[in-house]
Protein backbone atom coordinates (compact mmCIF):
# COMPACT_ATOMS: atom_id res chain seq x y z
CA UNK A 1 0.00 0.00 0.00
CA UNK A 2 1.54 3.92 -0.74
CA UNK A 3 2.59 5.31 2.11
CA UNK A 4 1.20 7.92 3.31
CA UNK A 5 1.94 10.68 6.21
CA UNK A 6 1.05 14.24 7.08
CA UNK A 7 3.36 16.56 8.80
CA UNK A 8 1.46 19.17 11.46
CA UNK A 9 2.65 21.44 14.09
CA UNK A 10 0.54 21.32 17.09
CA UNK A 11 -0.25 24.92 17.92
CA UNK A 12 -1.08 25.17 22.08
CA UNK A 13 -2.36 23.48 24.84
CA UNK A 14 -1.42 20.05 26.39
CA UNK A 15 -2.53 16.87 25.67
CA UNK A 16 -2.04 13.08 27.42
CA UNK A 17 -0.76 10.25 25.49
CA UNK A 18 -0.45 7.40 27.06
CA UNK A 19 2.52 7.55 29.45
CA UNK A 20 3.85 10.61 27.64
CA UNK A 21 2.55 13.86 26.82
CA UNK A 22 1.99 16.09 23.62
CA UNK A 23 2.91 19.64 23.57
CA UNK A 24 3.15 22.50 20.98
CA UNK A 25 6.39 21.40 20.78
CA UNK A 26 5.90 18.06 19.02
CA UNK A 27 4.78 17.66 15.58
CA UNK A 28 2.25 15.20 14.83
CA UNK A 29 1.83 12.51 11.49
CA UNK A 30 -1.59 11.74 10.76
CA UNK A 31 -1.89 8.39 8.57
CA UNK A 32 -5.02 5.55 8.69
CA UNK A 33 -5.33 1.96 9.65
CA UNK A 34 -3.75 -0.40 6.68
CA UNK A 35 -1.61 2.22 5.66
CA UNK A 36 2.14 2.60 5.47
CA UNK A 37 3.73 5.84 7.56
CA UNK A 38 6.83 7.43 7.81
CA UNK A 39 8.31 8.72 11.32
CA UNK A 40 10.82 11.63 11.02
CA UNK A 41 12.29 13.02 14.08
CA UNK A 42 15.18 14.86 14.83
CA UNK A 43 17.12 14.08 18.03
CA UNK A 44 20.41 16.52 18.88
CA UNK A 45 23.51 15.18 17.61
CA UNK A 46 24.45 12.24 20.52
CA UNK A 47 27.21 9.64 20.68
CA UNK A 48 25.38 7.39 23.32
CA UNK A 49 22.82 4.91 22.85
CA UNK A 50 19.47 5.38 22.79
CA UNK A 51 15.79 3.80 22.67
CA UNK A 52 12.91 4.43 19.92
CA UNK A 53 9.44 3.90 22.84
CA UNK A 54 5.90 3.98 21.77
CA UNK A 55 4.04 5.80 24.83
CA UNK A 56 6.51 5.60 26.99
CA UNK A 57 6.02 1.91 27.46
CA UNK A 58 6.49 -0.57 24.17
CA UNK A 59 10.41 -0.32 23.09
CA UNK A 60 10.82 -0.24 19.44
CA UNK A 61 14.19 0.57 18.38
CA UNK A 62 17.66 0.42 19.69
CA UNK A 63 19.81 3.13 17.63
CA UNK A 64 23.54 3.06 18.05
CA UNK A 65 25.35 6.14 16.86
CA UNK A 66 28.92 5.62 17.12
CA UNK A 67 28.82 2.13 15.66
CA UNK A 68 25.65 4.49 12.71
CA UNK A 69 23.16 1.71 13.27
CA UNK A 70 19.59 1.13 14.34
CA UNK A 71 18.14 -2.17 14.85
CA UNK A 72 14.14 -3.17 15.47
CA UNK A 73 13.53 -4.97 18.81
CA UNK A 74 11.78 -8.11 18.63
CA UNK A 75 8.06 -7.40 19.98
CA UNK A 76 6.11 -10.14 18.98
CA UNK A 77 2.56 -8.79 20.03
CA UNK A 78 2.79 -5.65 18.00
CA UNK A 79 5.04 -7.53 14.85
CA UNK A 80 6.80 -4.76 14.19
CA UNK A 81 10.19 -7.14 13.69
CA UNK A 82 8.45 -7.39 10.73
CA UNK A 83 6.25 -4.07 10.18
CA UNK A 84 9.01 -1.34 11.20
CA UNK A 85 12.14 -0.74 8.76
CA UNK A 86 14.69 2.28 9.23
CA UNK A 87 15.23 4.40 6.43
CA UNK A 88 17.31 7.05 7.76
CA UNK A 89 20.47 8.68 6.60
CA UNK A 90 23.56 6.21 7.27
CA UNK A 91 25.34 8.29 9.65
CA UNK A 92 23.10 9.90 12.37
CA UNK A 93 26.01 11.49 13.82
CA UNK A 94 26.23 13.85 10.67
CA UNK A 95 22.02 14.73 10.19
CA UNK A 96 20.50 14.40 13.46
CA UNK A 97 17.63 13.18 11.84
CA UNK A 98 16.00 9.31 12.54
CA UNK A 99 13.41 8.47 10.53
CA UNK A 100 11.83 4.83 9.59
CA UNK A 101 8.66 3.80 8.39
CA UNK A 102 5.96 1.35 10.01
CA UNK A 103 3.95 -1.04 7.78
CA UNK A 104 -0.01 -1.58 7.73
CA UNK A 105 -0.55 0.56 10.69
CA UNK A 106 -3.13 -0.64 13.11
CA UNK A 107 -4.68 0.95 15.65
CA UNK A 108 -1.91 0.25 18.22
CA UNK A 109 0.59 2.43 16.31
CA UNK A 110 -1.65 5.45 18.10
CA UNK A 111 0.34 7.44 20.42
CA UNK A 112 3.16 9.07 21.15
CA UNK A 113 6.99 8.29 19.91
CA UNK A 114 10.27 9.54 21.89
CA UNK A 115 13.54 8.60 22.45
CA UNK A 116 15.10 7.56 25.72
CA UNK A 117 18.80 6.92 27.01
CA UNK A 118 19.06 3.54 29.12
CA UNK A 119 19.03 5.76 32.38
CA UNK A 120 15.39 7.40 31.34
CA UNK A 121 16.52 10.39 29.90
CA UNK A 122 14.64 12.43 27.02
CA UNK A 123 16.53 12.59 23.63
CA UNK A 124 16.46 16.52 23.00
CA UNK A 125 14.20 16.96 19.85
CA UNK A 126 12.88 13.55 19.17
CA UNK A 127 9.61 13.39 20.35
CA UNK A 128 6.84 12.93 16.95
CA UNK A 129 2.80 12.00 17.42
CA UNK A 130 1.15 9.19 15.19
CA UNK A 131 -2.23 9.94 14.79
CA UNK A 132 -4.39 6.89 13.43
CA UNK A 133 -7.61 8.41 12.37
CA UNK A 134 -10.99 6.74 12.45
CA UNK A 135 -14.43 7.95 11.27
CA UNK A 136 -16.19 10.32 13.47
CA UNK A 137 -18.91 9.17 16.00
CA UNK A 138 -22.79 9.08 14.27
CA UNK A 139 -23.36 13.01 14.62
CA UNK A 140 -26.78 14.46 16.11
CA UNK A 141 -28.79 17.22 15.15
CA UNK A 142 -30.05 19.64 17.21
CA UNK A 143 -32.67 22.54 16.79
CA UNK A 144 -36.28 23.50 16.70
CA UNK A 145 -38.71 21.10 16.04
CA UNK A 146 -41.06 23.66 14.85
CA UNK A 147 -40.75 26.97 13.41
CA UNK A 148 -43.28 29.73 11.85
CA UNK A 149 -43.40 30.36 8.26
CA UNK A 150 -41.03 33.04 7.58
CA UNK A 151 -38.51 32.57 10.17
CA UNK A 152 -35.10 31.30 9.87
CA UNK A 153 -33.98 28.44 11.45
CA UNK A 154 -30.36 27.25 12.52
CA UNK A 155 -29.51 23.56 13.39
CA UNK A 156 -26.25 22.12 14.41
CA UNK A 157 -24.74 19.01 13.97
CA UNK A 158 -22.38 17.54 16.35
CA UNK A 159 -19.90 14.99 16.10
CA UNK A 160 -16.83 13.85 17.74
CA UNK A 161 -13.53 12.26 17.05
CA UNK A 162 -12.88 8.65 17.35
CA UNK A 163 -8.67 9.16 15.68
CA UNK A 164 -6.30 7.58 17.95
CA UNK A 165 -4.92 9.02 20.89
CA UNK A 166 -8.01 9.94 22.30
CA UNK A 167 -6.31 13.12 23.40
CA UNK A 168 -4.99 13.83 20.03
CA UNK A 169 -3.71 17.02 18.72
CA UNK A 170 -6.98 18.97 16.90
CA UNK A 171 -8.11 17.51 13.43
CA UNK A 172 -10.37 19.58 10.69
CA UNK A 173 -13.56 18.20 10.76
CA UNK A 174 -16.17 19.38 8.00
CA UNK A 175 -19.95 18.86 7.80
CA UNK A 176 -22.18 18.14 4.98
CA UNK A 177 -25.57 19.19 5.12
CA UNK A 178 -29.09 16.65 3.32
CA UNK A 179 -32.76 17.90 2.92
CA UNK A 180 -33.96 14.67 1.95
CA UNK A 181 -31.83 12.96 1.12
CA UNK A 182 -30.55 16.07 -1.51
CA UNK A 183 -26.96 17.66 -0.65
CA UNK A 184 -27.18 21.24 0.16
CA UNK A 185 -25.57 23.66 -0.88
CA UNK A 186 -24.53 27.52 0.44
CA UNK A 187 -27.51 29.25 -1.38
CA UNK A 188 -30.56 27.57 -2.20
CA UNK A 189 -32.29 28.82 0.91
CA UNK A 190 -29.68 27.97 3.16
CA UNK A 191 -26.37 28.79 4.29
CA UNK A 192 -23.92 25.96 5.58
CA UNK A 193 -21.32 27.52 8.01
CA UNK A 194 -19.42 24.36 9.51
CA UNK A 195 -21.73 22.68 12.07
CA UNK A 196 -24.53 25.14 11.54
CA UNK A 197 -27.25 25.08 9.12
CA UNK A 198 -29.28 28.40 8.39
CA UNK A 199 -32.45 27.99 6.61
CA UNK A 200 -34.06 31.61 5.66
CA UNK A 201 -37.42 32.53 5.21
CA UNK A 202 -38.85 28.93 6.06
CA UNK A 203 -42.08 28.68 4.68
CA UNK A 204 -45.01 26.06 4.30
CA UNK A 205 -43.08 23.73 1.84
CA UNK A 206 -40.80 22.92 4.06
CA UNK A 207 -43.44 21.33 6.48
CA UNK A 208 -42.08 17.50 7.17
CA UNK A 209 -38.32 18.26 5.49
CA UNK A 210 -36.15 15.86 7.02
CA UNK A 211 -32.55 16.89 7.93
CA UNK A 212 -29.60 14.65 8.39
CA UNK A 213 -26.11 15.59 8.42
CA UNK A 214 -22.62 13.40 8.19
CA UNK A 215 -19.05 14.66 9.57
CA UNK A 216 -15.91 14.47 7.43
CA UNK A 217 -12.82 14.21 9.77
CA UNK A 218 -9.48 13.64 7.35
CA UNK A 219 -11.49 12.53 4.98
CA UNK A 220 -12.91 9.83 6.50
CA UNK A 221 -17.16 10.08 6.56
CA UNK A 222 -19.17 9.38 9.35
CA UNK A 223 -22.58 7.60 9.34
CA UNK A 224 -25.16 9.82 8.51
CA UNK A 225 -27.34 11.16 11.61
CA UNK A 226 -30.65 10.34 12.31
CA UNK A 227 -33.10 12.79 10.54
CA UNK A 228 -34.44 16.00 12.23
CA UNK A 229 -37.91 16.51 11.40
CA UNK A 230 -38.95 19.97 10.98
CA UNK A 231 -42.38 20.98 11.74
CA UNK A 232 -43.85 24.66 10.11
CA UNK A 233 -46.82 26.21 11.17
CA UNK A 234 -48.61 28.99 9.70
CA UNK A 235 -52.05 30.40 8.85
CA UNK A 236 -54.76 30.09 6.18
CA UNK A 237 -53.64 31.68 2.80
CA UNK A 238 -56.55 30.64 0.79
CA UNK A 239 -59.98 29.64 1.81
CA UNK A 240 -61.42 26.57 -0.57
CA UNK A 241 -64.91 25.82 -1.08
CA UNK A 242 -65.98 22.39 -2.37
CA UNK A 243 -67.02 24.25 -5.52
CA UNK A 244 -64.26 25.95 -7.15
CA UNK A 245 -66.36 29.04 -8.06
CA UNK A 246 -67.23 31.99 -5.50
CA UNK A 247 -71.31 32.15 -6.76
CA UNK A 248 -73.36 29.27 -6.20
CA UNK A 249 -76.26 28.53 -8.22
CA UNK A 250 -79.14 26.37 -6.01
CA UNK A 251 -82.55 24.99 -7.51
CA UNK A 252 -85.97 26.31 -4.87
CA UNK A 253 -87.08 23.16 -2.91
CA UNK A 254 -83.79 21.33 -3.20
CA UNK A 255 -80.73 20.68 -0.56
CA UNK A 256 -77.38 22.45 -1.12
CA UNK A 257 -74.05 21.43 1.00
CA UNK A 258 -70.68 23.97 0.72
CA UNK A 259 -67.99 22.80 2.62
CA UNK A 260 -65.46 25.94 3.59
CA UNK A 261 -62.04 24.81 4.37
CA UNK A 262 -58.35 26.34 4.53
CA UNK A 263 -54.77 24.77 4.95
CA UNK A 264 -53.27 25.79 8.52
CA UNK A 265 -50.91 24.38 10.58
CA UNK A 266 -52.49 24.12 13.78
CA UNK A 267 -55.57 23.62 12.44
CA UNK A 268 -57.72 26.86 11.83
CA UNK A 269 -61.17 27.52 13.17
CA UNK A 270 -63.40 27.77 10.21
CA UNK A 271 -67.04 29.33 10.28
CA UNK A 272 -69.60 29.97 8.31
CA UNK A 273 -71.65 33.39 8.84
CA UNK A 274 -74.50 35.43 7.35
CA UNK A 275 -77.92 35.17 9.88
CA UNK A 276 -76.56 32.52 12.11
CA UNK A 277 -73.18 30.89 12.56
CA UNK A 278 -71.50 27.35 11.80
CA UNK A 279 -68.34 26.53 13.17
CA UNK A 280 -66.11 23.20 12.41
CA UNK A 281 -62.59 22.55 12.67
CA UNK A 282 -60.37 22.61 9.61
CA UNK A 283 -63.98 23.07 7.68
CA UNK A 284 -66.77 24.57 7.96
CA UNK A 285 -70.44 22.79 6.57
CA UNK A 286 -73.03 24.99 5.11
CA UNK A 287 -76.38 23.08 4.79
CA UNK A 288 -79.52 24.11 3.72
CA UNK A 289 -81.82 21.36 3.52
CA UNK A 290 -84.27 23.29 0.80
CA UNK A 291 -83.75 26.08 -0.74
CA UNK A 292 -85.77 29.01 -0.77
CA UNK A 293 -85.66 32.77 -1.54
CA UNK A 294 -84.88 33.54 1.73
CA UNK A 295 -81.53 32.15 1.95
CA UNK A 296 -80.25 33.94 -1.49
CA UNK A 297 -77.50 36.67 -0.73
CA UNK A 298 -73.70 36.73 0.52
CA UNK A 299 -72.28 34.37 2.78
CA UNK A 300 -68.87 34.41 4.32
CA UNK A 301 -66.54 31.91 5.79
CA UNK A 302 -64.00 32.87 8.16
CA UNK A 303 -60.53 30.70 8.93
CA UNK A 304 -58.04 31.81 11.45
CA UNK A 305 -55.73 30.37 13.68
CA UNK A 306 -52.78 31.79 16.26
CA UNK A 307 -51.10 32.69 12.88
CA UNK A 308 -53.61 34.70 10.74
CA UNK A 309 -56.48 34.39 9.35
CA UNK A 310 -58.40 35.12 6.09
CA UNK A 311 -62.00 35.33 4.65
CA UNK A 312 -63.84 34.50 1.43
CA UNK A 313 -67.38 35.12 0.10
CA UNK A 314 -69.85 33.44 -1.41
CA UNK A 315 -72.85 34.64 -3.19
CA UNK A 316 -76.12 32.12 -3.21
CA UNK A 317 -78.42 32.67 -6.09
CA UNK A 318 -81.85 30.88 -5.97
CA UNK A 319 -83.54 29.47 -9.28
CA UNK A 320 -86.93 28.21 -9.97
CA UNK A 321 -87.53 24.82 -11.59
CA UNK A 322 -87.93 26.66 -14.58
CA UNK A 323 -84.07 28.27 -14.59
CA UNK A 324 -85.60 31.74 -13.00
CA UNK A 325 -83.31 33.27 -10.54
CA UNK A 326 -85.63 34.35 -7.76
CA UNK A 327 -84.69 37.80 -6.31
CA UNK A 328 -83.48 37.72 -2.57
CA UNK A 329 -85.87 39.16 -0.61
CA UNK A 330 -82.56 39.96 1.96
CA UNK A 331 -80.06 43.04 1.59
CA UNK A 332 -76.73 41.27 0.44
Not at 16 to 42: E, Q
Not at 71 to 78: A, C, F, G, R
Not at 222 to 229: E, L, R, T, Y
Not at 259 to 276: E, F, G, H, I, N
Request: aromatic share 8%.
Amino acid sequence: MATMFLFYVVAGGLYGCGLASVTADYRHTVTRVGYDVNITMSPANVSYTYFVWRNGSVKLLVVLPLSHRVLVLNSSHTGYTTRIRYTGEDSLSQTGQLRFTIYNVTVQDAGSYSCQTSSNMMVPGCRQVLVVSQKPTTPNVTGPASTVSGDNVTLTCSSSSRSLPLEHPPLNMTYTWRRNRTMLESGDGSHTGGDDLTITHISRENQGDIYTCQAVEEGLESDWSHGHVLEVHYGPEHIQFNGASDRLKAEEGKPTTVRCSADCKPACTVTWSRQRVITGQREAVLYIPAVDRSVSGQYTCHANNTHGNTSRNLTLEVFSSLGVVIDSLDAV
